[in-house]
């Protein structure tokens, strides 16, 4: 998997129990994942159409560094689907615990909005994943 981004848990990100809050981790899964499926794609023009399940399986506390990772699953034609997972990093160690994890897909639009196909080279590139 590529790492995608390192964000540091702030006391602006704490939600009512402590805990991160979980909207804020979605934006940063979707943020890294969008960036990333605009550079994968060599295109700015990704929209995000779906993300799967998605279980916060460990708390992130204030103070607590992640780092968020990726990796190409599936390309169709407008399309790709990236798995994203969060982890949570000791500083001390370096050891890292999978807090959560899920599917992003994006699609290429065009300046009107409408799904236009990724370049046929990158398609090529991943139609092993197809
Ligand atoms: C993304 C969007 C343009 C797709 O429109 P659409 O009418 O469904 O387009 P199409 O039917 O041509 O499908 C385009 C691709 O999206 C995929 N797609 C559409 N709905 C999907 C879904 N629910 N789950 C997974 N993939 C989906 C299709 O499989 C297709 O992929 P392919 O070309 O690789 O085969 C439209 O749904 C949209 O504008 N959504 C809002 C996006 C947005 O605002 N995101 C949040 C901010 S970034």
């Known amino acids: 998997m590529e790492k995608l981004a390192i964000k540091l848990?702030?006391?602006k990100d704490i939600g009512v129990h402590g805990n991160l809050f979980g909207g804020n981790m979605l934006a940063w899964l979707d943020e890294a994942a969008a960036t990333w499926a605009c550079s994968v794609c060599k295109?700015?023009?990704m929209v995000t159409v779906k993300i799967d399940e998605m279980v916060f399986q460990r708390p992130v506390k204030n103070g607590h560094q992640v780092n968020i990772y990726g990796e190409v699953k599936g390309?169709?034609?407008s399309s790709i689907t990236m798995y994203?997972?969060?982890r949570n990093v000791n500083f001390y160690t370096g050891e890292e615990k999978t807090v959560c994890s899920t599917f992003f897909t994006f699609v290429r639009i065009d300046?009107?909005?409408s799904a236009i196909p990724i370049d046929e080279t990158i398609r090529k590139?991943?139609?092993h994943l197809v």
């Open 125 to 127: 590139q991943y139609k």
């Open 43 to 45: 295109n700015p023009n």
């Open 84 to 86: 994203i997972e969060a």
């Open 75 to 77: 390309i169709g034609t």
């Open 111 to 113: 300046d009107s909005g």
């Open 9 to 11: 848990c702030m006391t």
